[in-house]
């Protein structure tokens, strides 16, 4: 793993030519899409020319490729959008490249960012940093492992149920996804609006306060966004930590679970309060989850017809056939499977009986939320019930693969931000994270919180 | 459990702009149901009198002001076309 220190007392062209070295001798981890090398190079000589510098003038990173980026194609991981070149760059990329940070490729993922384990990818799966014959998690596995190899010292990727968080666990790094609204999506492949995050990975917490507080703030282009409040604090005082019950019960793996309670010892140690807090509503999430997360991706990706772009299916006599077959050739099974659940849950008759009451069911569940923060500042929980699993173990059956978002969706429903840590490892050396959930825009305290107990160690 | 017939299946195919192959229809029909199956456990919940959640920060109307602002030329738009002529995107015969 590398910091952004690491980089900061070389020339960008020195940075961006190790980095991009240090991409291809990895590529049997399959971790980009594309290499912007070429744009990459000509904007870190233009930085090195420059005498005014940037926060981040000559940092390599990486976009996980739903990004809209220039200088390579932005696919989505989707046959769809194979040969797509963006016509304009996502907020947060605009953001990073003002001040410096130069983007050298695009990161795979689990097609359109639907999965937890990358392996729903056009372009193949991407392997563990740790152990190439596990998952890299996902669906931002790509950036995860390109993280944690010290390719790039930071990497963008987005968190629409736990796909920052679940692979930074995964591969033992800092995956931060950020109150809801915090970051502008503009640019961004939309998948649910509702939930939809950016956010970052990073082998340090402080890594991190610098990367959100240059990509945070209000755009006029994404109406949810708020008003820039993320400030980086530290931690002056004993804070009341709550280990959510719910969460730690006996289908969570063992080494999962240890993880946690070595964690809340750290806190106890630190001097904070660490107790047990209960949220029965918790284990609805997933259900409510899997009907509004599919709900708003069948309208999202009902713009994907092939025509303005996209690649088209051949001999089409119809223009229903040619969105059809394009439809049918272009996206993933696992693509497919959600944007039909969509259909159902949207259709008439079904509609209040899913959408409105698993929208009802969100409302009960920020209830709940809320009340445990008028006592505790943070909620302490596992990441995924397991670690990395083995590649094609989950494939088959989607409910085993969505019961790993289990324990990432519940900030995602309420908006809250949440990180994942890396703790410990597991007696194969398989890296695990614990999750940090904290009130909303209270994103700054939880990076306090892993700083505070990064310093210690 | 939620039964879905391979009729429902390509229903839902249609709706959702989806050409389907003969061999997807019934791993789908399968898929689906299940998971329908699962998320139907909400309705343990008692949600009456409850409110639904549809955006967690309340966004209100944004205005701007209705000035003509820089946009994406139509050249670039019709040159991400994956057919076009003469400046035009070019899809089949919809009549």
Not at chain 1, 236 to 262: F, N, P, W, Y
Not at chain 1, 327 to 353: C, Q, T
Request: glycine share 8%; net charge negative.
């Amino acid at each position: 793993m590398s910091t952004i220190s690491d980089y900061q007392n070389n020339s960008a062209v020195e940075n961006v030519t190790q980095a991009i070295m240090a991409a291809k001798s990895h590529e049997s981890y399959n971790i980009l899409i594309s290499l912007t090398e070429e744009r990459a190079l000509a904007k870190a000589r233009e930085i090195d020319a420059n005498p005014k510098k940037g926060k981040l003038a000559g940092i390599p990173f990486i976009a996980k490729d739903n990004f809209l980026a220039f200088g390579a194609s932005t696919t989505a991981a989707a046959k769809l959008l194979e040969t797509f070149e963006a016509p304009l760059q996502a907020a947060a990329i605009e953001k990073l490249e003002a001040e410096g940070a130069i983007c050298i490729g695009k990161s795979n993922l689990d097609a359109f960012a639907h999965g937890g384990s990358t392996e729903n990818s056009y372009f193949g799966p991407t392997k563990n940093a740790y152990d190439q014959s596990k998952v890299a998690g996902g669906s931002s596995g790509g950036s995860a492992v390109a993280t944690a190899l010290g390719i790039v010292p930071f990497a963008l990727g987005t968190d629409t149920g736990g796909s920052i968080r679940q692979p930074a666990s995964f591969n033992g790094v800092i995956g931060v996804k950020p109150t809801y609204g915090m970051v502008s999506r503009f640019g961004v492949v939309a998948m649910a609006s509702g939930t939809d995050c950016i956010g970052c990975f990073t082998s340090t917490a402080e890594d991190a306060e610098l990367v959100c507080s240059i990509i945070a703030g209000k755009d006029a282009k994404d109406m949810t966004t708020l008003e820039d409040y993320f400030v980086p604090t530290t931690i002056e005082q004993s804070l009341k930590i709550g280990i959510i019950k719910e969460l730690m019960t006996d289908d969570v793996d063992q080494s999962v679970r240890d993880a946690v309670a070595a964690y809340a010892d750290r806190m106890r140690a630190a001097g904070h309060t660490v107790e047990e807090v209960s949220l029965p509503i918790i284990k609805y999430s997933l259900a409510m989850y899997y009907i509004i997360v599919p709900a708003e991706i069948s309208s999202n990706l009902a713009r994907y017809d092939a025509v303005r772009y996209g690649t088209r299916a051949k001999n089409t006599k119809t223009l229903t056939e040619l969105y059809g077959k394009s439809r049918h050739e272009g996206f993933m099974p696992e693509n497919k499977r959600r944007i039909m659940i969509g259909s159902y849950v949207l259709s008439s008759g079904y509609y209040d009986a899913y959408y409105v009451q698993a929208q009802k069911a969100r409302t009960l569940l920020i209830k709940a939320f809320n009340e445990q923060f008028s006592s505790f500042d943070v909620l302490l929980s596992p990441v995924a019930p397991t670690p990395a699993f083995s590649l094609g173990k989950n494939t088959t059956d989607p409910i085993k693969m969505y019961l790993e978002d289990a324990m990432t969706v519940p900030a995602s429903l309420a908006g809250l931000p949440a990180i994942s840590v890396p703790v410990g490892a597991t007696s194969e050396g398989l890296p695990i994270g614990v999750q940090l959930i904290a009130k909303a825009k209270n994103d700054a305290l939880l990076l306090a919180v892993a700083k505070s107990l990064e310093e210690k160690l | 459990m939620t039964q879905l017939s391979r009729e429902d299946v390509r229903g839902l195919a249609r709706l959702s702009g989806l050409v389907v192959s003969d061999d997807e229809v019934e791993r789908l029909r399968t898929d689906i149901g299940a998971i329908l199956t699962y998320v139907k456990q909400l309705d343990e919940l008692d949600t009456s009198g409850v409110e639904p959640t549809y955006q967690v920060n309340n966004p209100t109307t944004v205005w701007r002001s209705d000035v003509v602002e820089a946009s994406l030329s139509g050249d670039a738009l019709v040159k991400m076309a994956p057919d076009s002529t003469q400046n035009q995107i070019k899809v089949p015969k919809v009549l």
